[in-house]
């Protein structure tokens, strides 16, 4: 797979999904036949993105730009006399979300985060029930309407591992 152009926003979506596929196969497939695409076509995104020179190996947002176009949004701020650099993309597979790339001076990485968009409402979590594939971003999870979430550090990325105790809408019983 050496020398492909870039992964596209597309590819880099259906890499997303293909995680889906395996975690959620009947809304990842309402959601491949609403964009037109295929499991495999999934699969091989997802292998783009991790195992080629991809852009998951930029490490300025101008480099997500130049392969992506302009972003929906982008922003400077300065934390303690840093220049801190954002740029945000719709994410057309799941309406309302925008992926955030957040550069750091002196940093050889950029760092992700999923977002709701400026005009999109955020779900109203009542029950287990309501956490579907993409429904909500972290801090929605983690805000406490639906009940106390705890995060386990020293597993990998932020939003790795959560845990929270709630009633099973299958079975009636409390699990974790």
């Not at 409402?121 to 406490?144: I, K, M, N």
């Not at 639906?146 to 809408?169: I, K, M, N, S, Y």
Request: proline share 7%; hydrophobic share 40%; glycine share 8%.
């Amino acid at each position: 797979m050496a020398g492909e152009s870039v992964t596209t926003l597309y590819d880099f979506q259906l890499s997303m999904l293909f995680a889906m596929c395996k975690s959620a196969p009947a809304p990842a497939g309402k959601l491949l036949d609403r964009i037109g695409a295929t499991r495999q076509q999934a699969e091989a995104a997802e292998k783009r993105w991790w195992f080629t020179e991809a852009t998951n190996k930029f490490s300025t947002v101008d480099e997500y730009i130049s392969a992506w176009g302009a972003p929906a949004s982008e922003r400077v701020e300065f934390h303690l006399g840093r220049e801190v650099r954002y740029a945000a993309w719709d994410l057309p597979f799941w309406p309302g979300l925008r992926m955030e790339w957040m550069q750091l001076p002196n940093q050889p990485h950029l760092f992700r985060t999923l977002h709701r968009g400026p005009d999109c409402v955020p779900p109203r979590l009542a029950s287990v029930a309501d956490l579907t594939p993409w429904s909500c971003t972290w801090d929605e999870f983690h805000d406490g309407s639906l009940c106390p979430t705890e995060v386990f550090d020293g597993f990998g990325g932020r939003a790795t591992v959560a845990c929270f105790r709630g009633v099973d809408p299958g079975s009636g019983h409390e699990r974790i």
